[in-house]
């Protein structure tokens, strides 16, 4: 086939239909959004404190999800940052986080006067490795951030395995992962702590931001609560606050329509998986060489945030970047790599740019690394490798059968042409 056929040299496009837009919210939402409102017009609140929709929403995803607890915050970044503050970690702390992730899950960490160091992803995966971990616990390791990126979960025994040996916490980055599973559990309810965010490009939202902590612990379950509320003595007799915490509360209309999306996030889970299912099954009706579905870890099932491919540059005679835009061109959402997601190589932590121009906590004296050793730029051979490697596609709830076969009509036209 000539390139002169392909949409991005010109010529008319695979598929002309718009894609479907994902439709988040419905009727429902609106209704206990609105009954809310109406109660507050009666004088009710619409905080949190004294009100039921958030302690409601509380327990039903601490259900949902298959822990003891969860406590609900303003963001999955402060999701993050609540679990890491319930642990009462000492300044200088060394936290093992992943490499391929939002930076809202690092900052976290630095905020905590801690210090990250980074385990290696898989080629093929945009995990953490746990193979690469126990080489970087040093006395100052205190936890490990792992996270289930694009849905895809961990490999959780065997991270659990090395926390267990060396007596560390593993709190779970669940934000991309809502309802995904590893050995019949759903992730989340697998390390000592589970975040997730709920923002609106989630799986499930509460009113376009949010977050919830979960865990079977109820000692860290309360001083998850405490540290998200400036430290308030919650389930104890003491007149003050605690300890040092931060403002992470929700109001009820968060709460109310997280209530409602919670009972969505089973079938959400379900319907990308069934449409990641049908892609893969038309992509392997073609003679497709350039790229294969990557792998899910052995016993996990992902909830696809989104959907990735395994590029073979050595089988392809244009680049990645080229082969993903002319596919896109077609009309399909697929294209582009994760690298912005690759955290050790950007320049700000690598200039540690944080409290003014001091580098803290790198150069606090409660960390006893060695901050000229300390080469995040270089520490993740294999994460450089996985987003040179890897497109994504898109995938959500409301896509079809039949926008999974043009999505895989698409790359076999453009596979034709640019095979090696």
């Known amino acids: 086939m000539s390139d002169t056929n392909l949409a991005v040299n010109g010529a008319a496009p695979l598929r002309t239909e718009p894609w479907p837009a994902r439709l988040q919210i419905d009727d429902r939402e609106v209704e206990a959004v609105m009954r ?225 999306q919670l009972q969505k996030m089973a079938g959400i889970a379900r319907a990308r998986q069934d449409y990641v299912a049908a892609f893969e099954a038309a992509l392997a009706q073609h003679d497709v060489v350039c790229c294969k579905p990557s792998p899910v870890v052995e016993g996990g099932t992902s909830a696809y945030w989104f959907g990735t491919l395994l590029f073979h540059a050595d089988k392809c005679t244009m680049t990645m970047a080229e082969y993903g835009a002319a596919v896109a061109a077609e009309g399909v959402p697929v294209g582009g790599n994760y690298e912005s997601a690759l955290v050790p190589t950007k320049e700000w932590i690598n200039d540690m740019q944080t409290y003014g121009q001091t580098k803290e906590p790198w150069t606090s004296p409660h960390w006893k690394g060695d901050i000229e050793a300390l080469d995040y730029a270089n520490s993740v051979p294999a994460g450089e490798k996985c987003v040179a490697q890897l497109m994504r596609y898109g995938v959500h709830e409301c896509q079809g059968e039949q926008d999974a076969a043009d999505m895989a009509a698409a790359i076999a036209k453009v596979d034709a042409v640019y095979r090696a």
């Open 36 to 260: 809310v409102l109406e109660k507050a017009k009666s004088g009710q609140t619409i905080e949190r404190y004294g009100g039921v929709e958030v302690d409601a929403y509380e327990v039903e995803f601490a259900e949902a999800i298959g822990t003891g607890f969860a406590t609900m915050v303003s963001s999955g970044t402060a999701a993050v940052h609540t679990a890491l503050g319930a642990l009462r970690l000492d300044a200088g702390s060394e936290i093992i986080c992943a490499p391929i992730t939002d930076p809202g899950a690092i900052m976290p960490v630095l905020w905590g006067n801690c210090i990250p160091i980074f385990a290696d992803s898989y080629e093929d995966n945009f995990n953490m490795d746990p193979a690469t971990i126990e080489a970087l616990i040093t006395g100052q390791t205190k936890a490990i951030v792992c996270g289930h990126i694009a849905g895809h979960p961990c490999d959780m025994d065997a991270i659990m395995s090395i926390a267990r040996d060396h007596d560390l916490y593993v709190i779970e980055d669940c934000a991309q992962a809502h309802y995904a599973r590893y050995k019949g559990k759903l992730v989340g309810s697998i390390g000592h702590l589970g975040c997730f965010s709920l923002m609106s490009g989630k799986h499930t939202t509460s009113a376009g931001q949010g977050g919830m902590v979960t865990t079977d612990d109820e000692e860290l379950y309360w001083d998850a609560k405490r540290f998200a509320d400036r430290g308030k003595p919650f389930n104890t007799d003491e007149p003050s606050n605690l300890f040092l915490g931060i403002n992470y509360r929700v109001t009820e209309i968060a709460a109310a329509m997280g209530r409602v």
